[in-house]
């Protein structure tokens, strides 16, 4: 028999084991929540709180944050955060804004995140945005309503929410078949999956992403267009980019805060949340009524920045 097995039988030593265990965790979750950071504090102690992650995308922040900015609701602390870098264009955007800037000595994309939702102790429901994402008009009041609606009418328990984005490994499919784009699109591609791997061509084939942006309509259009049918959501089973997601202060604390791991720990989060969400039978729920852009996977970042100098007007705003 397993030494363990007959340890468990006794009382006295599994109190004195659990009390050690919850110590080195409590210690743990310290850690997770200690860094080298400048904090220009402008928080309002909103329960809503909006993290937007900034700093190496400058060439597309002119029309990401012009999205950002108009369509922002009033009643949410927002905090541009830059991991591994002060960025001073950032400073004053947050300045002009009334928002709070989160700059992080270390550069590592889990600890910038926890940081700024532990300087936002009252924030209990929290939107976290990448640079690289044009949000459209009913972004953030779809994804809330989503939440709050699967939690009291559905069977489910929500991991987070995240709104149709037509580069990704799940909503892909989702998109062109609510923009019939799908026949066309298998014409010049094959086959579309719900597929999140890394090698999967919605994430390698900068092709592709030309294609989502320039084939399937306007995302301000089909958003409104979007907003206007009757309210649906789906189920993601698999793993799911979370570039634009909505999701508790109590599922980051029940799951420890994002891990805290050597290197930049750039997608870690993401592996974190999605194995939590199926391990803890928490629903990762994608509005059908609301989408926003992802500009490119890494693989096509290249390629994208290209064409998105020569094709501009179709990122920019467009007012329906």
């Not at 994430?203 to 294609?211: D, H, L, V």
């Not at 267009?225 to 109590?250: H, M, N, T, V, W």
Request: glycine share 4%; charged share 35%; with cysteine.
């Amino acid at each position: 028999m397993d030494i363990f097995v007959k340890l468990e039988k006794n009382k006295k030593f599994m109190e004195k084991y659990n009390k050690l265990k919850k110590k080195k965790q409590e210690k743990e979750i310290k850690r997770r929540v200690k860094g080298t950071y400048k904090f220009v504090d402008r928080k309002k102690d909103k329960k809503n709180l909006c993290i937007i992650i900034a700093g190496y995308k400058k060439i597309l922040w002119e029309d990401v944050f012009v999205r950002l900015e108009k369509f922002m609701p009033k009643d949410m602390d927002v905090c541009i955060v830059s991991s591994g870098l002060y960025n001073e264009e950032l400073d004053k955007i947050a300045e002009k804004n009334k928002w709070s800037y989160l700059s992080l000595k270390q550069n590592k994309v889990t600890l910038v995140q926890n940081i700024a939702i532990n300087l936002h102790p009252k924030a209990k429901m929290i939107y976290k945005i990448d640079e690289d994402i044009f949000i459209t008009k009913n972004f953030f009041s779809k994804l809330m309503e989503t939440y709050k609606k699967v939690e009291e009418e559905s069977n489910y328990r929500v991991g987070f929410v995240a709104p149709l984005l037509p580069i990704n490994g799940y909503s892909n499919v989702n998109v062109l078949k609510k923009t019939n784009t799908i026949a066309k699109f298998e014409k010049k591609f094959g086959k579309p999956y719900h597929d999140g791997g890394g090698e999967e061509k919605i994430i390698k084939n900068p092709e592709i992403a030309k294609f989502m942006w320039k084939e399937i309509g306007q995302i301000d259009e089909l958003s409104k267009k979007f907003d206007q049918e009757e309210f649906a959501y789906s189920i993601c089973p698999i793993r799911f980019s979370i570039g634009a997601i909505l999701f508790s202060r109590d599922l980051w604390e029940a799951m420890g805060r994002f891990v805290v791991e050597k290197g930049t720990n750039m997608g870690r989060d993401e592996a974190q949340i999605c194995e939590y969400c199926m391990i803890e039978s928490r629903a990762i729920v994608v509005s059908e009524n609301t989408i926003a852009g992802h500009f490119s996977y890494g693989p096509q970042t290249k390629a994208m920045e290209e064409f998105y100098k020569k094709n501009r007007k179709i990122f920019e705003l467009k007012e329906v």
